[in-house]
């Protein structure tokens, strides 16, 4: 009964009583003994059982044991099922006291709270017995399902919302959940989000008693990039991660973002809202071409100009240059012009104050014969990220 | 006054829409109702037979109860309540027969019809933006069996899965009436048409008395005063790529596979797995999306997205699985951050 007592204690309510008569062969095919017993249990997890059982009667003949049951059908809901169990103890015969043990197998059909129940069990030990048990039993069973009336929504709840999982997969207002909570196993998680609160997951038994954090009046920003880029927010310096994005709690209201980088130099301003989260979305660096004229490799002024603003504004991005010549003339001139295109653009770039291992001279390319001959002769200028 | 409103939910009329082959007799058996009371409640003579799409009221009977209510609100959503102005919508709010519930451009809306049960089967309809619907009758009537009908004026709803329900839920707009018993359908309305798409059951489109049964991944499309089309096929769903389940969202880019018979995509986030409680709805051009500004509720931290194709001729197809993804660290306090589930 101690052991029960604990089981109770920790709080797992789905108790069983049962009394069954039986006969009792002490050998197979011997005279039946008639016994009666009582059997005292509780329900763990839907399906397990540990329970205790005294029984006594003919011969004479009494007898202890405590077994635990597994029970494939939902008892705990009023339905039939099928058990396997173990059980060991010992009984006396009137002489001595014979320990035994072995497996029961058995049935219960539920008739309202209570159960007609059938068994067999088999204890082995020195003496070989075999008892088939007949008896009907007592259930408490889980709240019943009944429909639920949904009860005036106090001020104070209104919003919030539970999630209750298979097999409702629903969310449900926190005063209606009641039934639903109640059915689940109590130490199942559950999500409970209220408007202008933190989220939360707690068992479902303590849902209509959920502590929630009040949200700060900030919402949530993500800056996406790449990696190199270089971001200023409301003129703070920032550096995205390896994730090329940055993360951030942000105050309502309106955040300036600056981002550099692979060339480019961009200004946005962002409306922050309480409660909301934001991702942010960088456009990639585009290329830069640069024209040359006929059979020349020489940079103009203004596209050096264009070159000089590439390197301010180049981050930690790296660039790889490729050259490309128009169609007309000697097709071996004609490749080594599209490479000094491309080497003439790496000086410049260098000149303006980019190191040298950040940029090189890729393999030339075929010029596009769809393009006008003068926007064929260039060498482009493809921002990469530095390995 | 309060004794007056509760006896006037408890004899709430209930509404069943007849399809091919019902007659009085066997509506009445099916709703367990008399024969003869439901002729004279419909001015129906002896030997009349309704044609498909007629919607009849049943005899109202004491005990049956009248239990929408809107279950989540995102946005502007609006209520309003028989005798009441219109008010912004909470989750919670009771929706009497009679209820318009309306969604704003940017609004989401949940409503929930005909519960028999905790536990029990029970509608849920979600309303895209731009929705305005009608809760004609949300009744469970004996045994749970339910005969929900909404009227759906403008925009577009989802009728959510409830393959164990018993009865039908229908949904009623100016061309036709698209009716179902194990959910899981949408209804768009269209200039002069309503559209109808099948994606968990089968269901009944009629419209001008003609009755087009629309097997699940099938749609059919009804104008007023036509009879439904032939119903077509929709469009698989789209195979998800990235981001992974369960990833961090570090910058939102998604990607799914290519459907050349697509003319567009639609892109979904809900905050439930089940998408009952949807926070962003997008049409997109091609098979990846990377919005310049992508803007969701802080809470909970982790969402669900989804893709359906779009065909030429508007249909939406089928529904991709909805796959998890998180909010980077440090957007919501680890403690109170929810986790996607493996």
Known sequence: MLFLAALAAAGTPYGVVEVHGAPWFDQLGSEPLPVVGL????????HWEPGLVVEGGGGPRLGGRADLRWLHGDVLHGKASGFLGLTGGAWWDGDAVHPAGG?????ELPIGPAFLHLDATVLLGAEQVALVGLGVGWRKHAPAVVPVVPAPVAASLSGTMV???????????????GDELAALPPETKVRVVKPGFLPTEVDAAGAAGAQMEPLPPQGALTIAGTSPDRVRLTGQEARLGRT???????GEGVVKLHVEGGGRRLDQVIAVSAGRALWVDIPDPQPLVVYFPVRSAVVDPGSRSTLKQVVADAGDWSFEVAGSASPEGDVKENEALAVARAQAVRDVLIAAGLPAERVRVGASYAPDPKLPLEEQRMARVTPVVTP | MIVLVLVAAALAATEVVVKRGDTPASIAATWGVDERELRERNHLGATDVPTPGTVLVLPARPGERSDASLIYAAGEVTVRVPGAPSAAGHPGDKLPEGSVVCTGADGFATIRLATSGAGQPHDEIVLLPGTCLTVDSASAVSGGRRAAAVRVDTGSIAVRDAPDAVGEVAIKTASGVTTGGGGGFRVTIEPGAARTEAVGDAVAVIGAGQQVDVAAGEGSRVRTGEAPQAP????????????AAGATLDAARFRWGEETAASAFRFEV?????????????????????????DLPQDPGSWYWRVEAVDGDGFVGMPAAGR?????????PATTRLRCRP
């Open chain 1, 163 to 177: 999630w209750i999982p298979h097999p409702w997969c629903e969310w449900i207002p926190i005063e209606e959940a």
């Open chain 2, 270 to 294: 809900g905050i439930d797995p089940d998408f009952v409680a949807l926070a962003l709805l997008a049409l997109v051009p091609g098979a990846s999306w990377r919005p310049p500004l992508f």
């Open chain 2, 324 to 332: 998890c993804f998180e909010a980077p660290a440090g957007l919501v």
């Open chain 1, 39 to 46: 059997r005292g249990g509780l329900l763990v997890e839907r």
């Open chain 1, 244 to 250: 090329g994005s940055l993360s951030m709690l942000a």
């Open chain 2, 232 to 243: 077509i096929k929709l469009l698989p769903a789209p195979v998800l790529e990235l981001p």
């Open chain 1, 103 to 107: 497996p029961e197998l058995g049935a």
